[in-house]
């Protein structure tokens, strides 16, 4: 069992940037984990954002933030990071970060175990 807690949420304008970041403690060092981004934006359904396998030998990103947002993890301090630019209004919402043990880089929520209570990210004007 990982746990896992995300910070860094905030209120930004449309074209700001922001870095969400996960702590994550338990049993088994976090290397040995895959990790994705998810959000929920009110009244949807949460969607994955991105994903890194461990060691980032693979990263994958969403269509509608790929160029915008960059994911890294940090083994060593078991932390990962979403660093958002260009941010848009339709990418409000509540993000949270997820852990796995497996070696596929996955953006589906069903193949996760280990999730953070989410941070709020808010982009208007």
């Known amino acids: 069992q990982l746990q896992l807690v995300e910070s860094g949420g905030g209120v930004v304008q449309p074209g700001g940037s922001l870095s969400l970041s996960c702590a994550a403690s338990?049993?088994?060092?976090?290397?040995?984990?895959?990790i994705a981004w998810f959000r929920q934006a009110p009244g949807k359904e949460r969607e994955g954002v991105s994903c890194?396998?461990?060691?980032?030998?693979?990263?994958r990103y969403a269509d509608s933030v790929k160029g915008r947002f960059t994911i890294s993890r940090d083994d060593a301090e078991n932390m990962v990071y979403l660093h958002m630019d260009s941010l848009k209004p339709e990418d409000t919402g509540v993000y949270y970060c997820?852990?796995?043990?497996?070696?596929?880089?996955?953006?589906?929520?069903?193949?996760?175990?280990?999730w953070g209570q989410g941070t709020q990210v808010t982009v208007s004007a």
């Open positions: 338990g049993s088994l060092a976090l290397e040995y984990y895959i």
């Open positions: 997820a852990a796995e043990l497996s070696p596929v880089c996955s953006q589906e929520q069903e193949d996760f175990k280990n």
């Open positions: 890194i396998t461990q060691r980032a030998f693979t990263i």
